[in-house]
Nanobody, 121 residues
Framework: QVQLVESGGGLMQPEGSLRLSCAAS????????MSWYRQAPGKERELVAS????????NYADSVKGRFTISRDNAKNTVYLQMSKLKPEDTAVYYC??????????????WGQGTQVTVSS
């Protein structure tokens, strides 16, 4: 059973830093592509950052480049999102995502429950 459990959200002041964690279980973590998404009130869910499995290439939304860093610790089955220079527009619920092979060339997305990040003075 795939499980993704996020932690680390909270209330931060602008220009602050925060690290989100996502503990994964129920699948072969080391080879799975992992991502962080976010959804602000009234907006669609958007990709924030992703990191490959076998080849750990990273990708970032333009809005977070230079401020956020995604990383993974395969020994701990955990993916992280280090956020710095936070802005009020970073306020959202942040979701961990695992995209896993579902056979026959298809994939299936799995989601955590989300963690709230609020940036406000």
């Amino acid at each position: 059973q795939v499980q993704l459990v996020e932690s680390g959200g909270g209330l931060m002041q602008p220009e602050g830093s925060l690290r989100l964690s996502c503990a994964a279980s129920g699948f072969t973590f080391s080879t799975a592509a992992m991502s962080w998404y976010r959804q602000a009130p009234g907006k669609e869910r958007e990709l924030v950052a992703s990191i490959g499995g076998i080849v750990t290439i990273t990708n970032y939304a333009d809005s977070v480049k230079g401020r956020f860093t995604i990383s993974r610790d395969n020994a701990k089955n955990t993916v992280y999102l280090q956020m710095s220079k936070l802005k009020p527009e970073d306020t959202a619920v942040y979701y961990c995502n695992a995209r896993l092979s579902a056979g026959w060339g298809t994939v299936r997305d799995y989601w955590g429950q989300g963690t709230q990040v609020t940036v406000s003075s």
